[in-house]
Structure formats: C-alpha cells, structure tokens
C-alpha cells in the first residue's frame, strides 16, 4: 500500500536554529498537508498545499513557517527560527483527487533545546 | 466545518463490537463524516468516511442516522491492536476542495483481553 515518508523520524535542534521537515507524498496525490501535535495535545491544523501554492493556513503558520515542493517529489516544511514551543510532533499528509481521507505518515518528533 | 462531539473514553472486550458515536448536529448538506484514529503517537489513520449512505470497508462500518446529526462507527471484531484514540470529522469533501479538517479531542478506545 502506498505510504507518506517523512524525515527525519527525531529532530533535535537549538533555540532559535531553521529546521527543515521533509515529506515524500503518496506520488500521484494532489493535495498536501502539514499538521502537528503538542505532547498531550490536540492534532492541529497548520497549512494546506494544493496546485503549487498554499490553499489555506492556520494562524499557528506564521511567517516562521514555510513550504516547498521543489521537485515535484518532496514536500518541506520549513521553520526559520525555532522556538521552544514549536516542540511537537509534525505529521505530513496528502489526497488524491478523488478525494477520500488523508494519508498521513508517521510524524517527524521535532525537539527544540 | 461542523463541530463533533465525542465521549472521552470507552472500553471494549477483545472480539466483541465496538460502537464508537458522534454527533454532529450542525452538519451541512455538502460534509462527509470521516473517521481517522491515532495508535499511541502515530500519525492519524484513515478508516472510512460517508456522506449520507452506510458505509463499510475493511477495517469498520459506519452508519449515519437518516438525518445525519449523528453516526457510529463499528469495528466488528475489536483487538487489542484497536486501542487508539478515534476521531471523527466532518468536512466538504469533492476534488476542488483542499481543506483542513479539525482534529477534537476524539475517543480513547481501550480494547481490554
């Protein structure tokens, strides 16, 4: 069964560094999603990504965040400068044109220092 | 989208059914009722999903009442693998429309021997 990859499985990283999360969709998926999860907290919304621009963000997705699909293959979400709080799981997911429910893939542990 | 309500928590015998319910009260005309669950820190599952019609697939059956207000998802044959928290969501669903779906706080399911 197809599958979402994302890397790295565990990111650790300092105050105030950029981190890069990476995401390889389901190939001939259309539609894109980042999400992340707080230890003990709800699975939050942060940005949708459809036709090569963001389709709707959240107001967690300020301008420390960003997302790419540079190669038609990836899809990044990039944090410029991280802060405490943006310690989290980070849960990528894509849809395919028949729309359906999501695939996610198994998360990306994000802890800042 | 709609809001869901769900109880917190529920337990279920090994090989008995487990009847998950959700109310959606406010749901519109055009929302589809997905259910998704999360095993420990995993990214969300997708189980199934429907709009007006009862649904079964391979892992669960979902029965929406006549007025749509509310559903019940029903794992038939629950194992121990089944304990997760379970979400339900509704949200428009059709192949122009990347939108979010909000994650609540769902139900633990504990599935005991």
């Known amino acids: 069964e197809p599958e979402v990859t994302q890397t790295p499985s565990h990111q650790v990283t300092q105050m105030g560094q950029e981190v890069i999360l990476r995401c390889v969709p389901i190939?001939?998926?259309?539609?894109f999603y980042w999400y992340r999860q707080i230890l003990g907290q709800k699975v939050e919304f942060l940005v949708s990504?459809?036709?090569?621009?963001?389709?709707?963000k959240s107001e967690i997705f300020d301008d420390q965040f960003s997302v790419e699909r540079p190669d038609g293959s990836n899809f990044t979400l990039k944090i410029r400068s991280t802060k405490l709080e943006d310690s989290a799981m980070y849960f990528c997911?894509?849809?395919?044109?028949?729309?359906?429910?999501?695939?996610f893939g198994s998360g990306t542990r994000l802890t800042v220092v | 989208d709609a809001k869901t309500t769900q109880p917190p928590s529920m337990d279920c015998a090994e090989g008995r059914a487990a009847n998950l319910p959700c109310n959606h009260s406010?749901?519109?005309?055009?929302?589809?009722v997905y259910w998704y669950r999360q095993i420990h820190s995993q990214g969300p599952q997708y189980i199934i999903h429907g709009l007006k019609n009862n649904e079964t697939n391979e892992m669960a059956s979902l029965i929406i009442t006549e007025d749509r207000k509310s559903s019940t998802l029903i794992l038939p044959h629950a194992t121990l693998r089944d304990t997760a928290v379970y979400y339900c969501?509704?949200?428009?669903?059709?192949?122009?429309?990347?939108?979010?779906?909000?994650f609540g706080d769902g139900t633990t399911l504990t599935v005991k021997p």
């Open positions: 969501i509704v949200r428009v669903s059709d192949n122009t429309n990347a939108g979010k779906s909000t």
């Open positions: 990504f459809y036709n090569n621009e963001i389709s709707e």
């Open positions: 190939s001939n998926h259309l539609y």
């Open positions: 997911g894509s849809l395919g044109w028949r729309g359906g429910g999501y695939t």
């Open positions: 406010t749901i519109s005309g055009n929302e589809y």
